[in-house]
Structure formats: structure tokens, C-alpha cells
């Protein structure tokens, strides 16, 4: 194990060692914090049904990246290689992506209801900007003398684009996808707090109502697994992609 | 018997630009036979990379044509021209071979073929022991020797050559001289070569174009009457000299005009 990896364990473990601590000392109030126990006899009384949520918000967050993330980069690598649109088209999407998505919530509910659609909608759009945007910034700075060469040694525009183009603008389009996710999750967890029937977000808001503080902790370290597995994943993603660009110095 | 293979008839280009046309080339036309080594010098902004352009297929004459073994250029031809400019533009994530291999993978060449004549212009580039480097790891001259190679890889008959040694120090430059002229004597390819530096192009060549500016167009053909194998001694020869001084006066009236 690396050392930058034990660190964070032990920390991990010194934030569990810490909650025990202070829930058993009773040195804050139960209904702020609850003890460890607490997150157990809610996960032993109502288990069953956090795992239904977690799926429903799990499966609102797949399909909003399948949707977000090819619209994202289809529209950024298309308005990053039209040179005489593309400071506009990045001018647009930047001040769209200013605007707050959360005030168009209500119209989504009033078009797509109030199931999982409006939060797959919401998500959409939060992570779509990011991507777009960092995906048209990096293939409008991939140096013209590629293209060039490229052509020259009989490159397709096709080619030209995929092998070439969109492979340099590569790591600009990940940190893109690494916005953009973080925003898909953050926005449909965020929208089933708001107006649902269910998913991880829907539970939290709705026992904390009750005062179901162990229901709520458990909701809320669900949703952060959640947001870690995928965080994760990415990093793996990322990592794969930038071997190259590491190795400079082992000559 | 030799014979023409790059033919430029009555070539120029107009750019168009805000403060309206501007005459990059004038009707230049001269012809290379087959297996020369013609340099092209000028001063800066004369239309040299234009001319490259127009004779790799990336730029559309405005008037007058590029044939190249009789046939005129209207889009790239990798298979008859090989390409280099002064940035190697190798592919980051791509090793040494597979950069190499890169325009046989563009057309869909076997790739144990691809990968077998990659290696082979590696070697031939006295690169053989870092195929599997990325640009990272090379330094600037063994990232052009990798361009050289994949200039090559799809065994055109011509090398065209933008400054290709201008970002690397003197030594090196000269030392990828010798290894141009070498493969060139290997190979029998036709190239043509620019260059700012003059004792580089009279080294190299067999004829120097010097070029004029506003607009670019040929003022004067030097042939290089000096044997093969060239020396380091030559460059201290009279002729040497004299056409070297011939060419300067050249350059500084164009560019003091
Ligand atoms: N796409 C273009 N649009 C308008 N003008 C251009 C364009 N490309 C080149 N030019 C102009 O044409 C002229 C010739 O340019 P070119 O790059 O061919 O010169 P060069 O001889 O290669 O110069 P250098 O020695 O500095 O490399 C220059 O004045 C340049 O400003
Ligand atoms: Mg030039």
C-alpha cells in the first residue's frame, strides 16, 4: 500500500475512533449526531428500503452521464473545431453554465413530473455545461502543426479528428467529465431532496422531517459512498489516459 | 537516365486577408529530377512554407500547378511525398514505433507489416534501441530522427523538409546533416529542403533556390558543383565561400527591397 493511501486510512479510522468518542460521551445531542447504533437499527429496521433508493438514485446517475457526457463532448468537439463559431459558441455555453440550473427545477417538474425523469433531466444539464465547455477549450487549443501533419501524412478529417484531435484535447475533456459528474450527482440528489417519491435524497429529506436521525446519517453515508465509488472510477479512467504524460523523466 | 519527378509550372498563391489579397507566390516554376537534393533559401516571410504547402496538397494554388511524377497535386499524396517540419509533432501518447507506424495505420496497413517497417527506419535513424520511447523520453534530435522515419515509412519517393533542423542546436544540427545525407544516399529519395541556413542548404544540395519576397517567386539558381561524399572540410573551400557570400547579398537586397 502506498504511503499517501495510508494515510487516508488512518485518518478514515481516527474520524470513526472520533464519532464513537464523541457520540458515547454524549458530548453532542443525539439528534445532531447520532451513535454508530443508531445508523445500524436504521439500517436493520428500514434496510430493505435504502437499497431500493439507492438504486433508483444510482440508476437516475447512470443514465444522466450516458446522456450527458456523449451530448457534452459531441457538442464541445463539434463548436471546438468550427474555428470561426467556436469564441462565441464558448462565450454561450459559459453564461448559460452561470445560470443557477436549480431555478429551472420547477419547469422540469411541471414538464417531466416528478419521478425520476425530472432528476435525470436536471442532472443532464448541470453536467452538460462543464463537459461541453472543457471539451470545446481543449480541442480549440490543440496546435494547428498536428492537424497539419496529420493531413499531410493522409489523414481523413474523421481521422484527423478522432485519432488526433480528440486524443490531444484528451485530458481537458476528463477534467470536463470530472466537473460535470460531480454536478450530476450533487444535482440529482439534490433535486430528490427537493420533489420525489424515492432514491437516497428523498430518504434524507423525508426522515429528517421525522426527526430519524439515524435515517438520515445512513441516507447521507450512502449517498458518499456512492459519490466516492464514482469519484473513483474516474480516477481510473483518468490515470489510464495519462500514463504518457508522466514518463518524461525515467530516461 | 533521370528524370523529373517534382514539376512546378507558373505557381502562385493569393492570400486572401482583411487588408484585402496578399501575393504570397508569384509564378515560380522549376523541376527536380529524380534523386536531387534541392534547398530552398530566402528571407523570412517569402512564401518558403507556402511553397511546401502547395507541393505537400495542403493549399490550393490560386494559378499554376504542382505535378508530381507528371500528376497534378490536389490533396495529399503520402505514398509518393513524405512530410517534415520544424516541430517533429509526434504523438505524445504514442512510442517511437508506434509513431512511426502512424501513417500506415491511417490506410489500414497489416499491422505486423507496419510494426516490422517501423522498426527498420528506427534502425535506419540509429533509433534502434529506443522503439519503444515515447516523444517525452527523446530528445529533440531523436524526436526529429522519429519524424524522419515516419517521413519515410510509406516509402514515398519524395522528402519534403520545412526547417526541420531550426529548433536544434548547432552540433546536433550538423550531425543531422551528415545522418540526412546518409539516408538520402541509402534510400535514392528526391528531397527538397528548407532552410535559414545557408551553409546548411550549400552542404546539403545539389541546387539552392534562393527565393525573393513581395511577392515570393525564384531570384537565382546556384548549383552546388561539389563532390560527394561532402566534407567538413569543403565548407572552408573558395567556392564554398564564394557562393555562400553570392547567396547573402541575395537575401539582404530582398529583404532590405
Ligand atoms: N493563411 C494565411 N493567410 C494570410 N497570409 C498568410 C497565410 N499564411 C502565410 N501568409 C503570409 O504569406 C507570407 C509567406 O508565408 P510563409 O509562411 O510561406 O513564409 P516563409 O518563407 O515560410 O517564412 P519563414 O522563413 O519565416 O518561415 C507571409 O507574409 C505570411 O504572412
Ligand atoms: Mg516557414
Known sequence: MSKPSLIRYAILLALIALWFLVTAMEWVKPIQLPPPAGLWAAWQ?????????????????????????PLGIGVGAVFGSLRAVSAVASAILGSLFAVPAIILYPLFIAWVGMGPESKVLFGVIAGFFPIALNTLS????????????????????????????????????????????????????????????????????????????????????MALLTVL??????????????????????L | MSSEVIRVENLSKVYSTREGDFHALDKLSFAIEEGGFVSIVGPSGCGKSTLLQLLTGL?????????????????PLPEKTGVMFQ?????????????????????????KESQRRARDLLKLVGLGDFINHR???????????????????????????????????????????????????????????????????????????????????????????????????????????????????????????
Open chain 2, 135 to 257: 516523444p517525452a523520453e527523446l530528445s529533440g534530435g531523436m524526436r526529429q530522427r522519429v519524424a524522419i522515419a515516419r517521413g519515410l515509412v510509406r516509402d514515398p519517393r519524395i522528402l519534403l523538409m520545412d526547417e526541420p533542423f531550426a529548433a536544434l542546436d548547432e552540433q546536433t544540427r550538423f550531425k543531422m546533416g551528415e545522418e540526412l545525407l546518409w539516408i538520402w544516399q541509402e534510400t535514392r529519395k528526391t528531397i527538397l529542403f528548407i532552410t535559414h541556413g545557408l551553409t546548411e542548404a550549400i552542404y546539403l544540395s545539389d541546387t539552392v533556390l534562393v527565393m525573393g519576397t513581395k511577392p515570393g517567386r525564384i531570384i537565382e539558381v546556384i548549383p552546388v558543383d561539389l563532390p560527394r561524399p561532402r566534407t567538413f572540410e569543403m565548407i572552408s573551400s573558395e567556392f564554398f565561400g564564394k557562393a555562400r557570400n553570392r547567396i547573402w547579398k541575395l537575401i539582404q537586397e530582398e529583404a532590405e527591397a
Open chain 2, 87 to 111: 516541430d517533429a509533432t509526434l504523438l505524445p501518447w504514442l512510442t517511437a514505433e508506434e509513431n512511426v507506424a502512424f501513417p500506415l495505420s491511417l490506410c489500414g496497413t497489416d499491422k
Open chain 2, 59 to 75: 493549399l490550393e494554388p490560386t494559378s499554376g500547378q504542382v505535378l508530381i511524377d507528371g500528376i497534378e497535386v490536389r490533396k
Open chain 1, 138 to 221: 481543449g480541442v480549440r487549443q490543440v496546435d494547428e502543426s498536428y492537424v497539419t501533419m496529420a493531413r499531410a501524412m493522409g489523414a481523413s478529417r474523421l481521422q484527423v479528428f478522432y485519432r488526433v484531435v480528440l486524443r490531444l484535447a484528451l485530458p481537458s475533456v476528463i477534467s470536463g467529465l470530472r466537473i460535470g459528474t460531480a454536478l450530476i450527482m450533487i444535482s440529482v440528489v439534490v433535486s430528490e431532496m427537493l420533489a420525489s417519491f424515492g432514491g437516497l435524497g428523498y430518504m434524507i429529506a423525508y426522515h429528517r422531517t421525522m426527526f430519524d436521525t439515524g435515517h438520515v446519517y445512513l441516507g447521507i453515508l
Open chain 1, 229 to 250: 465509488t464514482v469519484n473513483w472510477l474516474l480516477s481510473m479512467l483518468e490515470s489510464h489516459f495519462s500514463k504518457w504524460q508522466e514518463r518524461g523523466a525515467d
Open chain 1, 45 to 69: 429496521a428500514d434496510g430493505s428500503r435504502f437499497l431500493d433508493a439507492f438504486a433508483l438514485t444510482a440508476a437516475e446517475i447512470a443514465v444522466a452521464i450516458l446522456i450527458a457526457w
